[in-house]
């Protein structure tokens, strides 16, 4: 039986003072709609009645929904292939350099088809991937032999036992946000460093998309951060952000995607113009990016 949770506090810091925003539909599977709510205290954006843990899976299961299939399936996806070898040398490279190692122990949370675990783990690093999907966990071992374990093992892992731990657009999904993040800082080693990236709803393509910008992906987006509410969360947990690197690439990426949601079917060419419009406004501030790169220690 399909399980929703309603918020009656923030779920980042527990305030009250919370207000109805707009409704966002799920373009993905469900053709559902959910309400978007903001919080006044930290600023966190989150979809209410949201299934629960044992309830969302369902809400995965797309042809579409490339972190778990691997699809080259239409333009949009065809594109995001391409441009992915390109990003995860970029990770790899941000990585050593946060890290100041060529090799060490990398735990990657939310590792959809393996491909960045695989990059880490051909580079010579030591990797722990972890993802629920047991699709996308085939598929990781089938086109980028890579052995992924179950969610399960997330709480069981040895403390203080990483270099670096990587969730890249992950967060977004955690239901046990708190738990999560007690967890993540109990892995880390003590000069360890945990890089989040995850969508920005004070970006310019947001602004400009409103309730069909694609990076709400509701139900599957359970918040929806910006800078000032995880700059809040991180510091709930004792952890400080270093820097904030831009995701570039986001914006258009997105902004296909919302164009279609918006209008049935993807405009290119305005897509392109409204994804250079929201890396222009963030070029002076990568908190103004579509996606944030959040490097945090201890």
């Not at 709609?33 to 629960?52: G, H, W, Y």
């Not at 790899?92 to 959809?112: C, F, H, N, P, W």
């Not at 996308?136 to 731990?165: G, K, W």
């Not at 164009?259 to 392109?272: I, Q, R």
Request: aromatic letters at 12%; a positive charge; charged letters at 20%.
């Amino acid at each position: 039986m399909l399980q929703r949770i309603n918020y009656t506090i923030c779920p980042a810091c527990g305030s009250t003072s919370l207000k109805e925003i707009f409704t966002a539909k799920d373009y993905t599977v469900s053709n559902e709609s959910f309400m978007i709510m903001e919080c006044a205290n930290c600023s966190l954006r989150f979809t209410q009645d949201v299934p629960d843990a044992v309830s969302i899976s369902p809400y995965y299961k797309s042809d579409n929904y490339i972190s778990h299939t691997n699809t080259s399936k239409g333009i949009i996806n065809r594109l995001y292939q391409k441009v992915r070898k390109r990003t995860l040398k970029q990770k790899r490279k941000l990585i050593e350099e946060m890290t100041g190692l060529k090799a060490g122990s990398l735990l990657d949370v939310g590792s959809g088809t393996g491909a960045f675990a695989s990059e880490m783990k051909n580079a010579g690093w030591q990797v722990t991937g972890l993802e629920p999907d047991g699709d996308a966990r085939r598929i990781a071992e089938e086109v980028n032999n890579i052995d992924l374990n179950e969610m399960d093992t997330f709480y069981n892992l040895p403390v203080a036992s990483f270099d670096a731990i990587t969730m890249w657009h992950v967060l977004e999904h955690v239901h046990d946000l708190h738990g999560y993040m007690i967890q993540l800082k109990s892995l880390l080693k003590e000069n360890g460093k945990l890089f989040i990236a995850v969508p920005n709803y004070t970006s310019k393509d947001a602004a400009i998309y409103k309730e069909h910008w694609a990076a709400y992906d509701v139900p599957r987006h359970l918040y929806h951060f910006s800078p000032q509410a995880m700059k809040m969360l991180i510091e709930k947990h004792g952890m400080m952000i270093e820097q904030y690197k831009p995701m570039w690439y986001d914006s258009f990426y997105v902004s296909m995607l919302s164009s279609k949601y918006k209008k049935g079917k993807t405009n290119l060419f305005a897509s392109f113009w409204n994804g250079l419009r929201s890396n222009f406004n963030a070029i002076s501030d990568t908190k103004r990016c579509s996606s944030v790169i959040y490097i945090i220690s201890k």
